[in-house]
C-alpha cells in the first residue's frame, strides 16, 4: 500500500477562479461527458435515427406539386433539428442522476458555471454530430443544392445549435431531478426554441433561394442577439436551478 | 500528529447552532460541535435522525437554514476554496457507469486540478482496486464500485472527510482496507465525520461519538469518556422505542 500525501497548499486552493480555469474545468466536463456518450452512442444513435426517421416521413407525407422542396426543407430541417436535439439534451443531467454522480460534481471545488459550461459544450458537440449526419440526408431526399450555400447554412447552423444548447442545457438540468424530466423537457425548452426555428428556418430558406446572405442578415443577427442574451443568461441561473 | 498537539490546534471544523428544514420539518436542528485536525467523529443514529443531512450541508450540497459552519475559517458551504478540502463518500457511489474506474477517479482528481496520474493510481492502490482498474465501473460489483468511490472521494487527499455509511457493500477485506486508510488519514491529520449503524466499526476510528435523534445531537461524548462496552447500551437508552 502507497503511503497517503497529505493535501497540500497548491492542492487545496482555489483551483479556478481566473477565466481561463473556469474553461478549463469545463474543458475538463464536456470530455467527461463526450467519453460517456462515445462509450455509450445511445442518445447519438436514438437522434441519428429519430432524424433521418422524421426526414422519410416528411419526405412522403410532401406533395411536391403543391410546395417546392426549397419552400418545405428549411422547416422539416429545424424542426427535425429540435426535436432530436431534445433527445440528446434529455441525456446530459439524466448521465449524472444515475447514483449520485451530480453531488460528486456539485462538491468538487470546480465553479457551477464551469459545470454549466461544460455539460452545454458536450451538448453543442452533440448537436453539431448530428447535423453532421442530417443535413446530407436533408439534401439528398430533397435534392437540394447545400454545397453552394455550405459556409452560410453552417453559421446559421452554429448559431441555431449554440442557442438550443444554451436554453436546452439550463432546463435538462432542471427537469434531471423530477420524475418526469423526459416529458418536462419538451415543455420547457420547446416554447423558448420557437424565436430559433423561426430565425433559423427563415434565414435558411433565404440561403436555399439563391438570395444574397445580406437578405438573412436580420434573422441571422436575431440568432447571434438570442445567443449571446440566453448564453449569459443560462450560465448565471444555472447555479441557481441547483440550489435546493 | 499526537492527540496532545491535536487539542491544541484551532478547530479545524466548526459547527454552531446549524439547521436544516425542509418545509416545516426540521431535519437538522440546533447542531454544534467542533473538530480538531486528525480528530473523527463517529455520528450515530436512527434512520431519519438527520445524519446524511448534516453531511450534505457541511458538504455544501445544502444550504444551512440556520447556524452556520466553517472549516479552517471558510464558511460552509462556501466556495470552490472550501470544497476544495472536503471528501465526500455516501453509500450512492456517485460513478459514471460507462467509465472505467480509473477514468472515474482520473476525472475527480482533474476537478481539483491534480494532473499528476501517480496520485490517481495511489488512491486506487489504497483501496486495492489498481488490477480492476480499467474495468468498466458497471461491470464491477457493488463493493468494488465502493472502493472506487472512496479512492474517487480521497484523491485529492482532503482536509475534511465526511463518510456517509461508508461501509456498506464491502466485504471484510474492503472493510479493512477502508479503516485503514481512515486511520492513515487521521494520523496524517485529516479530520472525518463517520455516520454508521456499526458501533463497533465507529468507536474503532472514533476520538468523538455523537448519537442523533430528531435532527439534533442527544449525546456528544469524547471517546476516552466512553466505556466502550456499555456505549451499545446506552445508545438504545437515548433513542427510547425509535431503536
Same mark, same amino acid.
Given at each position: 500500500m502507497r503511503s497517503i500525501r497529505p493535501g497540500t497548499r497548491s492542492d487545496i486552493a482555489?483551483?479556478?477562479?481566473p477565466v481561463s480555469e473556469v474553461v478549463a474545468a469545463a474543458w475538463v466536463i464536456a470530455r467527461k461527458d463526450l467519453a460517456i456518450e462515445f462509450r455509450t452512442r445511445t442518445a447519438f444513435l436514438s437522434s441519428v435515427v429519430f432524424a433521418l426517421l422524421g426526414l422519410v416521413i416528411f419526405y412522403y407525407a410532401w406533395d411536391p406539386t403543391a410546395v417546392s422542396a426549397i419552400d418545405l426543407a428549411p422547416g422539416v430541417l429545424w424542426v427535425i433539428f429540435t426535436f432530436s436535439g431534445l433527445l440528446g439534451l434529455n441525456r446530459s443531467f439524466s448521465v449524472e442522476s444515475a447514483d449520485h454522480a451530480i453531488d460528486g460534481l456539485l462538491a468538487s471545488p470546480v465553479s457551477r458555471e464551469s459545470i454549466f459550461i461544460g455539460k452545454a459544450l458536450a451538448n453543442l458537440v452533440f448537436v453539431a454530430a448530428v447535423q453532421v449526419v442530417a443535413m446530407p440526408a436533408l439534401a439528398i431526399f430533397y435534392n437540394l443544392p447545400l454545397i453552394e450555400i455550405a459556409v452560410p447554412l453552417l453559421g446559421v447552423a452554429t448559431l441555431a445549435a449554440i442557442g438550443l444548447v444554451a436554453v436546452g442545457t439550463l432546463f435538462s438540468a432542471m427537469a434531471?431531478?423530477?420524475?418526469l424530466a423526459e416529458l418536462l423537457l419538451p415543455i420547457l425548452a420547446l416554447p423558448f426554441f420557437v424565436p430559433i426555428v423561426m430565425a433559423a428556418a427563415q434565414a435558411t430558406s433565404r440561403l436555399l433561394s439563391g438570395r444574397p446572405v445580406a437578405e438573412a442578415s436580420s434573422w441571422i443577427k436575431l440568432l447571434l442577439a438570442y445567443d449571446l442574451i440566453f448564453a449569459v443568461a443560462c450560465t448565471l441561473a444555472y447555479a441557481h436551478t441547483i440550489e435546493d | 500528529m499526537t492527540a496532545t498537539s491535536a487539542r491544541l490546534d484551532p478547530p479545524l471544523l466548526e459547527v454552531a447552532a446549524l439547521g436544516r428544514a425542509f418545509g416545516p420539518r426540521r431535519?437538522?436542528? @440546533?447542531v454544534s460541535f467542533s473538530l480538531r485536525q486528525g480528530e473523527c467523529l463517529a455520528l450515530f443514529g436512527p434512520n431519519g435522525a438527520g445524519k446524511t443531512t448534516l453531511l450534505r450541508v457541511l458538504a455544501g450540497l445544502l444550504k444551512p437554514s440556520a447556524g452556520n459552519a466553517r472549516l479552517s475559517g471558510m464558511e460552509?458551504?462556501?466556495?470552490p476554496a472550501a470544497r476544495a478540502r472536503v471528501g465526500l463518500i455516501s453509500?450512492?457511489?456517485?460513478?459514471?457507469?460507462?467509465?472505467?474506474g480509473r477514468e472515474n477517479v482520473r476525472f475527480a482528481a482533474r476537478l481539483h486540478?491534480?494532473?499528476?496520474q501517480s496520485r490517481v493510481d495511489a488512491a486506487l492502490d489504497r483501496m486495492a482496486m489498481l488490477p480492476r482498474a480499467?474495468?468498466?465501473?458497471?461491470?464491477?460489483?457493488r463493493g468494488m464500485q465502493q472502493r472506487i468511490s472512496i479512492a474517487r472521494a480521497m484523491v485529492h487527499s482532503p482536509r475534511l472527510v465526511l463518510a456517509d455509511?461508508?461501509? @456498506?457493500?464491502?466485504?471484510e477485506s474492503g472493510a479493512r482496507s477502508l479503516t485503514s486508510l481512515l486511520r492513515a488519514l487521521r494520523e496524517a491529520g485529516t479530520a472525518i465525520i463517520l455516520v454508521t449503524h456499526n458501533l463497533h466499526e465507529g468507536l474503532a476510528l472514533a476520538t468523538h461519538a455523537a448519537i442523533m435523534k430528531s435532527g439534533s445531537f442527544i449525546r456528544f461524548d469524547r471517546k476516552d469518556a466512553i466505556d466502550s462496552t456499555r456505549y451499545a447500551e446506552r445508545y438504545r437508552e437515548s433513542l427510547g422505542a425509535s431503536v
Open positions: 482555489n483551483p479556478w477562479a434531471a431531478n423530477t420524475r | 431535519a437538522v436542528s @440546533n460552509l458551504p462556501g466556495g453509500h450512492h457511489t456517485m460513478l459514471y457507469e460507462a467509465l472505467t486540478g491534480i494532473t499528476d480499467d474495468t468498466p465501473v458497471r461491470s464491477l460489483s455509511e461508508p461501509y @456498506n457493500g464491502l466485504d
